[in-house]
Protein backbone atom coordinates (compact mmCIF):
# COMPACT_ATOMS: atom_id res chain seq x y z
CA UNK A 1 0.00 0.00 0.00
CA UNK A 2 1.91 2.96 -1.33
CA UNK A 3 2.25 5.99 0.91
CA UNK A 4 1.97 9.87 0.07
CA UNK A 5 4.12 10.53 -3.01
CA UNK A 6 5.73 14.04 -3.88
CA UNK A 7 7.74 14.85 -6.86
CA UNK A 8 9.87 16.01 -7.42
CA UNK A 9 11.83 15.67 -4.65
CA UNK A 10 14.16 18.41 -5.17
CA UNK A 11 13.04 21.26 -7.93
CA UNK A 12 15.69 24.10 -8.66
CA UNK A 13 14.28 27.69 -9.69
CA UNK A 14 15.77 31.05 -10.67
CA UNK A 15 13.91 33.77 -9.13
CA UNK A 16 10.69 34.51 -11.75
CA UNK A 17 10.18 30.91 -12.93
CA UNK A 18 7.42 28.95 -11.49
CA UNK A 19 7.75 25.92 -9.54
CA UNK A 20 5.09 22.89 -10.12
CA UNK A 21 4.99 20.19 -6.92
CA UNK A 22 2.77 17.43 -7.24
CA UNK A 23 1.18 15.19 -4.51
CA UNK A 24 -0.48 12.22 -5.15
CA UNK A 25 -2.50 10.55 -1.99
CA UNK A 26 -2.84 7.30 -0.58
CA UNK A 27 -4.92 4.97 -2.14
CA UNK A 28 -8.70 5.86 -0.77
CA UNK A 29 -7.93 9.40 0.63
CA UNK A 30 -9.90 12.11 -0.72
CA UNK A 31 -8.21 15.33 1.22
CA UNK A 32 -4.57 16.66 0.94
CA UNK A 33 -2.87 18.92 2.94
CA UNK A 34 -0.06 21.45 1.75
CA UNK A 35 2.56 22.73 4.45
CA UNK A 36 5.85 24.33 4.40
CA UNK A 37 8.75 24.21 6.59
CA UNK A 38 11.37 26.73 6.21
CA UNK A 39 14.87 26.17 7.41
CA UNK A 40 14.85 25.26 11.07
CA UNK A 41 11.62 26.31 11.71
CA UNK A 42 8.24 23.81 12.33
CA UNK A 43 6.13 22.97 9.27
CA UNK A 44 3.10 25.83 8.88
CA UNK A 45 -0.08 25.31 6.88
CA UNK A 46 -0.83 26.21 3.80
CA UNK A 47 -4.10 24.69 2.22
CA UNK A 48 -6.41 21.83 2.47
CA UNK A 49 -8.53 20.10 -0.30
CA UNK A 50 -10.76 18.15 -1.40
CA UNK A 51 -11.35 16.69 -5.13
CA UNK A 52 -12.52 19.58 -7.15
CA UNK A 53 -12.70 22.31 -4.61
CA UNK A 54 -10.78 23.83 -1.91
CA UNK A 55 -11.65 24.20 1.68
CA UNK A 56 -9.21 25.96 3.53
CA UNK A 57 -6.93 27.79 2.28
CA UNK A 58 -6.11 30.77 5.24
CA UNK A 59 -2.06 29.28 5.04
CA UNK A 60 -1.74 30.53 1.58
CA UNK A 61 0.46 33.65 0.78
CA UNK A 62 -2.18 36.05 -1.26
CA UNK A 63 -0.12 35.96 -4.12
CA UNK A 64 1.74 33.65 -6.50
CA UNK A 65 1.09 30.88 -4.80
CA UNK A 66 -2.42 28.03 -5.82
CA UNK A 67 -3.65 24.67 -5.28
CA UNK A 68 -5.70 22.37 -7.29
CA UNK A 69 -6.86 18.75 -6.63
CA UNK A 70 -8.56 17.76 -10.04
CA UNK A 71 -11.12 15.01 -10.38
CA UNK A 72 -8.22 12.98 -12.05
CA UNK A 73 -4.57 13.05 -11.12
CA UNK A 74 -2.35 14.44 -8.18
CA UNK A 75 -2.94 17.55 -6.15
CA UNK A 76 -0.64 20.74 -7.73
CA UNK A 77 0.86 23.40 -5.72
CA UNK A 78 1.96 25.69 -7.92
CA UNK A 79 4.10 28.95 -7.39
CA UNK A 80 4.43 31.58 -9.94
CA UNK A 81 7.43 34.12 -10.67
CA UNK A 82 9.47 32.45 -7.29
CA UNK A 83 11.87 34.42 -5.17
CA UNK A 84 14.66 33.25 -2.86
CA UNK A 85 12.23 33.75 0.63
CA UNK A 86 10.18 30.68 -1.13
CA UNK A 87 12.98 27.95 -0.85
CA UNK A 88 11.51 25.51 1.47
CA UNK A 89 10.76 22.32 2.25
CA UNK A 90 7.01 21.69 0.91
CA UNK A 91 5.08 18.80 2.18
CA UNK A 92 2.29 17.08 1.05
CA UNK A 93 -0.39 15.28 3.55
CA UNK A 94 -3.42 13.17 3.17
CA UNK A 95 -6.06 11.67 4.81
CA UNK A 96 -8.62 9.12 4.28
CA UNK A 97 -12.02 12.18 5.22
CA UNK A 98 -13.38 10.51 7.99
CA UNK A 99 -14.26 11.75 11.15
CA UNK A 100 -10.86 10.88 12.85
CA UNK A 101 -8.81 12.67 9.86
CA UNK A 102 -4.94 11.04 10.62
CA UNK A 103 -2.99 13.12 8.31
CA UNK A 104 0.10 10.88 6.40
CA UNK A 105 2.87 12.68 5.45
CA UNK A 106 4.78 12.55 2.18
CA UNK A 107 8.85 12.76 1.58
CA UNK A 108 8.50 16.51 0.67
CA UNK A 109 9.97 18.59 -1.93
CA UNK A 110 12.97 20.65 -1.37
CA UNK A 111 12.54 23.91 -3.31
CA UNK A 112 15.80 26.68 -4.28
CA UNK A 113 15.36 29.24 -5.33
CA UNK A 114 18.48 30.82 -6.89
CA UNK B 1 -7.00 26.14 19.01
CA UNK B 2 -4.92 25.12 22.23
CA UNK B 3 -1.50 25.33 21.62
CA UNK B 4 1.26 23.24 23.12
CA UNK B 5 4.44 23.27 25.37
CA UNK B 6 7.42 20.81 24.54
CA UNK B 7 10.80 21.21 26.05
CA UNK B 8 13.27 22.06 23.38
CA UNK B 9 15.51 19.11 23.89
CA UNK B 10 16.11 15.88 25.72
CA UNK B 11 18.27 13.20 25.68
CA UNK B 12 18.04 9.66 26.48
CA UNK B 13 19.84 6.53 26.22
CA UNK B 14 19.75 3.77 23.95
CA UNK B 15 17.48 1.24 25.24
CA UNK B 16 15.81 3.03 27.79
CA UNK B 17 12.80 4.86 28.11
CA UNK B 18 12.19 8.10 26.71
CA UNK B 19 9.46 9.87 27.87
CA UNK B 20 8.69 13.27 26.10
CA UNK B 21 6.52 15.51 27.58
CA UNK B 22 3.52 18.43 26.35
CA UNK B 23 1.79 20.75 28.09
CA UNK B 24 -2.09 21.42 26.42
CA UNK B 25 -3.56 23.60 29.15
CA UNK B 26 -5.99 25.15 27.34
CA UNK B 27 -7.44 22.23 25.32
CA UNK B 28 -11.12 21.59 25.01
CA UNK B 29 -13.25 18.74 25.38
CA UNK B 30 -13.30 17.88 22.14
CA UNK B 31 -9.55 18.65 20.86
CA UNK B 32 -7.55 15.19 19.93
CA UNK B 33 -3.83 15.14 21.11
CA UNK B 34 -1.59 14.04 18.51
CA UNK B 35 2.12 13.29 18.34
CA UNK B 36 4.37 13.29 14.74
CA UNK B 37 8.17 12.85 15.06
CA UNK B 38 10.46 13.87 12.12
CA UNK B 39 13.65 12.49 11.05
CA UNK B 40 16.02 14.65 9.57
CA UNK B 41 14.51 16.23 7.20
CA UNK B 42 12.08 13.64 6.48
CA UNK B 43 8.15 14.00 5.76
CA UNK B 44 6.31 13.88 9.73
CA UNK B 45 5.89 10.54 10.96
CA UNK B 46 2.73 9.81 12.44
CA UNK B 47 3.09 8.11 15.69
CA UNK B 48 0.13 7.88 17.72
CA UNK B 49 -3.22 9.96 19.37
CA UNK B 50 -5.41 10.19 21.89
CA UNK B 51 -8.41 12.23 23.47
CA UNK B 52 -8.85 11.12 27.16
CA UNK B 53 -7.79 7.77 27.66
CA UNK B 54 -4.25 6.34 27.59
CA UNK B 55 -3.20 4.66 24.27
CA UNK B 56 -0.52 2.37 23.14
CA UNK B 57 0.42 1.17 19.81
CA UNK B 58 3.94 -0.70 18.14
CA UNK B 59 5.55 2.62 18.49
CA UNK B 60 4.64 3.98 21.84
CA UNK B 61 2.02 4.88 24.41
CA UNK B 62 0.64 8.09 25.31
CA UNK B 63 -0.27 8.75 28.53
CA UNK B 64 -3.13 12.05 29.13
CA UNK B 65 -3.60 13.13 32.23
CA UNK B 66 -7.28 13.37 33.84
CA UNK B 67 -7.71 16.61 33.51
CA UNK B 68 -6.19 16.73 29.89
CA UNK B 69 -4.01 19.51 30.00
CA UNK B 70 -0.46 17.37 29.62
CA UNK B 71 0.35 14.45 27.95
CA UNK B 72 3.49 12.26 27.87
CA UNK B 73 5.01 10.17 24.63
CA UNK B 74 6.87 7.01 25.94
CA UNK B 75 8.93 5.27 23.77
CA UNK B 76 9.98 1.91 26.23
CA UNK B 77 12.87 1.21 24.36
CA UNK B 78 14.64 4.44 22.17
CA UNK B 79 16.70 3.18 19.82
CA UNK B 80 19.29 5.33 17.68
CA UNK B 81 16.61 5.41 14.80
CA UNK B 82 14.50 7.20 16.99
CA UNK B 83 16.34 10.50 17.15
CA UNK B 84 13.95 13.05 15.98
CA UNK B 85 12.16 16.27 16.75
CA UNK B 86 8.66 14.97 18.21
CA UNK B 87 6.34 17.74 17.66
CA UNK B 88 2.91 17.33 19.85
CA UNK B 89 -0.12 18.87 18.32
CA UNK B 90 -3.28 19.59 19.47
CA UNK B 91 -6.49 19.28 16.47
CA UNK B 92 -7.89 22.53 16.09
CA UNK B 93 -11.65 22.86 17.39
CA UNK B 94 -13.40 24.65 14.96
CA UNK B 95 -10.41 24.12 11.94
CA UNK B 96 -10.03 20.46 12.54
CA UNK B 97 -8.11 19.95 9.51
CA UNK B 98 -5.05 21.80 10.01
CA UNK B 99 -2.54 20.53 12.39
CA UNK B 100 -0.42 23.33 13.95
CA UNK B 101 3.33 22.58 14.15
CA UNK B 102 5.75 24.06 16.84
CA UNK B 103 8.45 24.16 17.93
CA UNK B 104 9.06 20.27 18.83
CA UNK B 105 11.23 18.29 21.07
CA UNK B 106 14.72 17.42 19.92
CA UNK B 107 15.14 13.86 21.35
CA UNK B 108 18.96 12.53 21.21
CA UNK B 109 19.48 9.05 21.49
CA UNK B 110 22.95 8.26 22.97
CA UNK B 111 24.84 4.91 22.66
Known amino acids: NAGVMQNPRHLVRRRGQEARLRCSPM?????VYWYRQLPEEGLKFMVY????????ESGMPKERFSAEFPKEGPSILRIQQVVRGDSAAYFC????????????FGPGTRLLVL | DAKTTQPPSMDCAEGRAANLPCNHS???????VYWYRQIHSQGPQYIIH???NNETNEMASLIITEDRKSSTLILPHATLRDTAVYYC????????????FGSGTKLNVKP
Open chain 1, 93 to 104: ASSPGTSEETQY
Open chain 1, 27 to 31: KGHSH
Open chain 1, 49 to 56: LQKENIID
Open chain 2, 26 to 32: TISGNEY
Open chain 2, 50 to 52: GLK
Open chain 2, 89 to 100: IVRGQYNFNKFY
